[in-house]
């Protein structure tokens, strides 16, 4: 017999993940740790059951392993889970050509598909149970293209963009669906990714528990799209105004004046 509400988190050996899985403790969750380390999570885990008295399962897997994904697709559909976390992700090191085929192929698959397969088995479980929430870890990258190299805001836009027709679809029935949009954050992605923190401007860089907090506050009010640095919330109304606004004229049978010879 179930007593708590359990949270996967994905990515959850170190940084962003590693905070939520505490947060989700903090909050009375038992939770399920998904990421390929195994000490790391082995450890997270032992110290989540000592300071919270929760219940921790270790899933190590591997998100771009096929039978590893599945196992994961697994645990979600068995119908026990309240809250998944698609959290685990990567950037890239250099630009679209400086890249392997391999590389790019291993960001699509850890960033866009592990996350939608597992969305689609998260929703059809939390469907079924009339409830259930879906945090998606996307980027502020999503709306900002031109500052990066173009792989990784575009895995976070497709996040994004899934998350915002997720929440439209599945919240009339009852669940919940956020994007997360951090910006720079203080974790180990960016000595992966080759770039040394120390070296980006003060004020630049949101602590990880800044952030993660920031990002709850947000899933508490109710929001589908958090932006934890962003100081005034009327930019990103506005941004959504008017591409609301822009909706009803994006398909018409009529060529505009501007597009006739
Ligand atoms: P991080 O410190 O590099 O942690 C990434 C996590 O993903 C680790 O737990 C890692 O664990 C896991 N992971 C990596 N490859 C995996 C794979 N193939 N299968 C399963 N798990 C895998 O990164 P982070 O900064 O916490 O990032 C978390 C999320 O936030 C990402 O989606 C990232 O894009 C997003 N984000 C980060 C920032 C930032 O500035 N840090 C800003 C915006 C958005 P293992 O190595 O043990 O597998």
Same mark, same amino acid.
């Given at each position: 017999m179930k007593t708590s509400p359990i949270a996967l988190v994905?990515?959850?050996?170190?940084?962003?993940?590693?905070?939520?899985?505490d947060r989700f403790a903090r909050r009375g969750h038992a939770l399920v740790l998904v990421a390929r380390d195994a000490q790391r999570l082995a450890a997270l885990a032992e110290r989540l059951r000592t300071e919270h008295g929760c219940a921790v399962e270790v899933l190590t897997a591997d998100l771009t392993a096929a039978d590893d994904l599945a196992r994961v697709e697994a645990r979600l559909q068995r119908g026990d889970i309240d809250v998944l976390v698609n959290n685990a992700g990567m950037s890239l090191k250099g630009g679209l050509i400086d890249n392997t085929p391999q590389a790019l192929d291993q960001i699509i698959a850890l960033n866009v598909s592990a996350p939608t397969r597992l969305c689609a088995?998260?929703?059809?479980?939390? $469907?079924?149970?009339?409830?259930g929430t879906i945090i998606n870890l996307s980027s502020v990258l999503a709306l900002a293209p031109e500052m990066f190299e173009g792989v990784y805001s575009g895995t976070k836009a497709y996040l994004l963009n899934l998350s915002q027709a997720l929440a439209a679809q599945w919240?009339?029935?009852? $669940?919940?669906?956020?994007?997360?949009l951090p910006g720079a954050t203080r974790t180990e992605l960016w000595e992966k990714a080759g770039r040394d923190v120390d070296s980006f401007?003060?004020?630049?860089?949101?602590?990880?528990?800044?952030?993660?907090?920031?990002?709850?506050?947000?899933?508490?009010?109710?929001?589908?799209?958090?932006?934890?640095? $962003?100081?005034?919330?009327?930019?990103?109304?506005?941004?959504?105004?008017?591409?609301?606004?822009?909706?009803?004229n994006l398909s018409r049978s009529e060529v505009p004046a501007r597009y006739r010879r």
């Open positions: 994905t990515g959850a050996s170190t940084g962003i993940g590693a905070v939520y899985a088995a998260a929703g059809r479980a939390f $469907l079924a149970q009339g409830r919240e009339p029935q009852g $669940l919940r669906v956020q994007a997360v401007p003060p004020g630049f860089l949101m602590e990880t528990g800044d952030m993660v907090d920031a990002a709850l506050v947000g899933l508490d009010l109710g929001e589908t799209v958090t932006l934890p640095p $962003l100081p005034d919330d009327a930019q990103f109304a506005a941004l959504q105004a008017a591409r609301l606004a822009m909706a009803p």
